[in-house]
C-alpha cells in the first residue's frame, strides 16, 4: 500500500532575544548579535498524520528565514530516520521524509540555528504516523482523485480526476478529467477485446482483431486469441448461415432436418417451420433432379407436354425438344403413347405392318399378331 501523509501545520513562533543600545538612534544594523535564539510550539502536540507525503510546518518570525537553518531526527523505538530534503519557502518549512515516515508514535526533533550568531535551540514534536489506504475518502498517495487513480489503487471513474490515461477506467485522461468509455472513443477500455470490439458491450470483431470467446468476433470463430475468418466449411454458424455451414446467401443449401429461413436454405426447397423438409415426387416443388415440379428426373414420374425437360425420358411422349416436353403423335418418329411399335398400334396411330411389334390383332394391318410380331 503506498503511503500517504496529510500536510501538519504547527506554528513555530521564533522569538529572537535582541538588546537594544541605549541611544534611541540606533539603526537595525546595530542589534546585538549575542542574544540566544529560542522556539516556542504553537498550540499541539500529538497530531496524527499520514505516512507518505511532506510535513510541513508553517512558522512566523522575526528575522529573515535564510537566517535559519533547519537539522533534525526522527526517532522511533530506537530506529533513527533522517529527512531527506528541506525546502524554506517564506514561513514554511517542509519536512520531505525519505520514503515514508515511520508509523506509530514518534517524535520529531528539531534544531533551529541563527546564521547571525549561531544562536540555537532543540523542541521535539509528538505525532502519530497512520497509514493510508484506498478506501479512507482522502486523496493522499499518488492518487488523483479520492482513493483512486496513481500506481496503487484502482482507476477512476469518469469524471474524476487524472494526470495519464492509466488513472481512468475508460483509459482516457482528457483536460486532466477522466472521460466515459464508448465504442467510438479509438480506446480498448470497457470489456471490449480489441479498440472498440468485443465484450458485451461493443459490437463484434473483424478477422484479425483480438478475442476472448467465439461471441467477440463476427465469425463467431475464435483461435488462439484471434478473430478468424468465416468460410462455409470452419463447423460454425456463421456468416448469413442459417445451419452450421450451409444455407443463406453464401454457403450451400441445407439438408432435411437442418435450420432455415426460407424455402432457398434448402435442397429440398421446402422450409417448413424453420426446418427443412424432405423432398418428395408430390411436395408441389421442384426439387431434387425433377425437371418440373414433382416431375421427371431417375426418381419422379416422366412430364406431360409443355413441361420442362432436359432428356426424352423426362417425358410423357418421350420427346424433349428445346427442353420442353413435346406432344405424342402418330408421325413423330418415337414409341409413346400406347403405340406397339414406332408410330404404329395401339389405340391411336394406323396398324402396323408385317414385322412390326404388336400386342394384339388389332395392332396389326394383316390383323394377325403373333409372337408380338405383325404376321401377314
Not at 99 to 119: C, D, E, F, M, V
Not at 140 to 146: A, Q, V
Not at 213 to 222: A, H, I, K, L, Q
Not at 339 to 368: A, F, K, R, V, Y
Request: proline share 2%; glycine share 6%.
Amino acid at each position: 500500500m503506498y503511503k500517504t501523509i496529510n500536510l501538519l501545520f504547527i506554528t513555530l513562533v521564533l522569538i529572537i532575544f535582541t538588546a537594544c543600545s541605549s541611544n534611541e538612534n540606533n539603526s537595525d544594523d546595530e542589534k546585538s548579535y549575542d542574544t540566544p535564539l529560542t522556539i516556542q510550539v504553537v498550540p499541539n502536540n500529538n497530531s496524527v498524520i499520514y505516512d507518505y507525503l511532506p510535513l510541513s510546518i508553517n512558522f512566523s518570525h522575526s528575522i529573515n528565514t535564510t537566517s535559519i537553518t533547519i537539522d533534525g531526527t526522527i526517532i522511533s523505538s530506537g530506529n533513527h530516520l533522517i529527512w531527506s530534503t528541506v525546502t524554506e519557502n517564506n514561513d514554511t518549512i517542509t519536512l520531505e521524509p525519505i520514503t515514508t515516515w515511520p508509523l506509530g508514535a514518534q517524535t520529531l526533533i528539531i534544531k533551529a540555528t541563527s546564521t547571525i550568531n549561531q544562536a540555537s535551540t532543540t523542541f521535539n514534536i509528538d505525532y502519530l504516523v497512520i497509514e493510508s489506504t484506498c478506501s479512507d475518502s482522502i486523496k493522499n498517495g499518488d492518487e488523483t482523485d479520492i482513493d483512486c487513480g496513481g500506481g496503487t489503487c484502482l482507476n477512476c471513474s469518469s469524471g474524476a480526476n487524472c494526470q495519464i490515461n492509466s488513472d481512468c477506467n475508460s483509459v482516457n485522461c482528457t483536460t486532466s478529467v477522466c472521460q466515459t468509455a464508448t465504442c467510438i472513443d479509438s480506446i480498448k477500455n470497457q470489456d471490449e477485446t480489441d479498440i472498440d470490439c468485443g465484450g458485451n458491450t461493443c459490437q463484434n470483431c473483424n478477422s484479425g482483431e483480438d478475442c476472448q470467446n467465439n461471441s467477440d468476433c463476427f465469425s463467431n470463430n475464435c483461435i488462439t486469441d484471434t478473430c478468424q475468418i468465416a468460410t462455409c466449411n470452419d463447423n460454425v454458424l456463421n456468416q448469413d448461415e442459417t445451419a452450421v455451414d450451409c444455407g443463406g446467401s453464401t454457403c450451400l443449401n441445407c439438408s432435411a432436418g437442418e435450420a432455415c429461413q426460407n424455402n432457398n436454405d434448402c435442397t429440398s426447397e421446402n422450409c417448413l417451420s424453420n426446418i427443412c423438409q424432405n423432398a418428395t415426387c408430390s411436395d408441389g416443388i421442384k426439387n431434387i433432379e425433377e425437371t418440373d415440379v414433382d416431375c421427371g428426373g431417375s426418381t419422379c414420374i416422366s412430364c406431360n407436354s409443355g413441361n420442362s425437360c432436359q432428356i426424352n425420358s423426362d417425358c410423357n411422349s418421350k420427346s424433349c425438344i428445346s427442353d420442353i416436353c413435346q406432344n405424342a403423335t402418330c408421325n413423330d418418329t418415337i414409341k409413346n403413347q400406347d403405340e406397339t411399335d414406332i408410330d404404329c398400334g395401339g389405340s391411336s396411330c394406323l396398324p402396323c405392318s408385317d414385322g412390326e411389334q404388336c400386342q394384339n390383332n388389332i395392332d396389326c394391318t394383316s390383323s394377325n399378331c403373333s409372337n408380338g410380331t405383325c404376321q401377314p
